[in-house]
């Protein structure tokens, strides 16, 4: 059965002792980041956290627990997808996008389970009141201060929501877009949305402003933890998060319709802040924010969301994260898309064996790369498709090795690397589009970028020498040792 709500989360993270309870009173002025921090650097990610007795800024007791490094470890991000492995997701991707028809009727009947899983779980609005709806609160009750936002790092501009589901819609196509951004409380009924140029919600919101409308917009906090997920997956534009987290977790996502504005948010959602975005008003100042990459982004304009409605279950629960220096929390979720979306990857670069985005690379800065190399030149075919490939276009360094490299290794990877590359030879610089927190682009949002062709060179390539072969020990030898070992005194093998 899949995990319905963040409370039937939190309770399998703590029967399956993944979870620890803080009940020691923490300020959510940087005290509780502090703790999360250092819980996230430790082996394997560390514990999920909830602090019962989150202390507000005006040093009041807040009612509302803290939940925070909920998917920070590979064993809760497949209790929150409901999968013993997360390949097992990216397998029933490639399964779908794989399928050839088969001659004969029932070769073709045989199909249709596997086709009708595909779309069999659209997301369903729910009628009446929904449990995020049990407290409505609007117009002078409307107080932000009341929930337990966090500021993260000393120099943040404030408290701010980090892990949001903000939901939005095109204008023109009308389809849904959930995305996570960062988002600051800037008073008791305004927030500043941090949207950046690459991503759907601010296309939806030029789309909005330049037809001079008012744009409606929800955060929803909590829910499933497959639709919580969703507003981070890279996905094509137009496809709906709340289909994809149907499918992930084999049931759709109940939705309920928002009390001020014509949208829809998980009926589940802890706590929904709903409101509007004028483009007729000027921009505000948000930031600056500790961010992904260990370095502060700076503060810069951004559009102002006005708070028309917070409707909350009884006792909700405030789930956020913490980004900063790697490895956190989100190098998690991140390495659970890598994996999810591999399958896609290798449909339109089918030479791919596997790709890995190291935790030190912060996602955008570093790619791994094996595959099956066939023919000269064709590393360098591979860097510039992932470069024409959504957000991979945001790559700054991608290294290409060969197949029997493993990328889930970068100690690995650069020792081949380093072995085999001639640097002036078989490194490739492009220019494009750079990820907006990148504060060494030559320009904003835009700059070069560095691909490695770290495979083994071909007499094509202008290699006339003879490419050396690994050191290896041969499996005789391998097994004797092997027999041997617990009689020699040594420490076990690893």
């Known amino acids: 059965m899949s995990i319905d709500s963040l409370p039937e989360f939190i309770a399998a993270l703590d029967h399956a002792g993944e979870l620890v309870r803080i009940n020691a009173p923490v300020r959510t002025h940087l005290e509780i980041a502090e703790i999360a921090d250092r819980v996230m650097k430790q082996p394997g990610g560390g514990p999920a956290l909830l602090f019962e007795h989150p202390i507000m800024p005006d040093g009041t007791r807040s009612a509302m627990p803290v939940a925070i490094n909920l998917f920070g470890s590979s064993r809760r991000m497949c209790m929150a997808f409901g999968v013993s492995r997360i390949d097992e997701i990216g397998e029933r991707i490639s399964e779908l996008v794989t399928m050839q028809v088969p001659e004969g009727l029932m070769g073709k009947l045989s199909m249709l389970p596997r086709l009708a899983e595909a779309a069999k779980y659209p997301p369903k ?13 609007r117009g002078d009750d409307i107080d932000l201060d009341r929930i337990p936002f966090l500021q993260t790092w000393p120099g943040d501009g404030g408290r701010y929501i980090t892990l949001p589901m903000v939901i939005t819609r095109d204008p023109d196509r009308k389809t849904r877009n959930v995305g996570m951004y960062r988002v600051q409380v800037q008073g008791k009924r305004e927030l500043a949305m ?57 049931q759709p996502v109940e939705l309920a319709r928002a009390i001020t504005c014509d949208l829809d948010v998980p009926a589940e959602s802890e706590i929904v802040i709903e409101g509007h975005i004028d483009p007729a008003e000027d921009l505000v100042m948000e930031g600056p924010f500790g961010d992904h990459t260990g370095f502060y982004s700076l503060a810069d304009l951004y559009p102002r969301m006005h708070v028309t409605a917070v409707t909350m279950k009884r006792a909700p629960v405030y789930p956020a994260t913490l980004v900063g220096r790697p490895p956190m929390e989100d190098y998690w979720l991140g390495n659970a898309t890598e994996r999810i979306f591999l399958p896609l990857l290798k449909l339109t670069v089918p030479e791919i064996v596997d790709y890995h985005m190291p935790a030190a690379g912060i996602f955008h800065n570093l790619v791994f790369v094996s595959i099956d190399k066939q023919y000269p030149g064709q590393a360098f075919k591979v860097m510039h498709a992932l470069w024409g490939q959504g957000l991979m276009a945001l790559s700054k360094v991608i290294v290409v090795v060969d197949s029997d490299v493993n990328v889930q290794d970068p100690d690995e990877v650069w020792w081949i690397a380093l072995n085999n590359i001639d640097p002036k030879r078989d490194t490739e610089f492009a220019r494009g589009p750079m990820d907006v927190l990148d504060h060494s682009s030559q320009h904003f949002t835009f700059g070069s970028k560095m691909g490695i062709d770290a495979t083994r060179k071909w007499p094509e390539e202008g290699f006339t020498r003879e490419w050396p072969e690994r050191i290896v020990m041969d499996d005789a030898t391998r097994q004797r040792v092997d027999e041997l070992w617990n009689s020699l005194g040594l420490d076990p093998q690893a």
């Not at 609005?125 to 609160?137: F, H, I, K, T």
């Not at 909590?222 to 709340?242: H, N, Q, R, V």
């Open 125 to 137: 609005v729910r009628s009446g009141r929904a449990p995020c709806q049990e407290v409505v609160l």
């Open 194 to 250: 941090h949207w950046q140029r690459h991503k759907s919600g601010a296309a939806h919101w030029r789309a909005m402003a330049e037809r001079g409308e008012v744009m409606p917009v929800v955060i929803a906090l909590g829910g499933d933890p497959t639709a919580m997920y969703s507003g981070s997956a890279p996905l094509p534009p137009g496809i709906d998060e709340f289909l994809f987290a149907g499918f992930i977790r084999r």
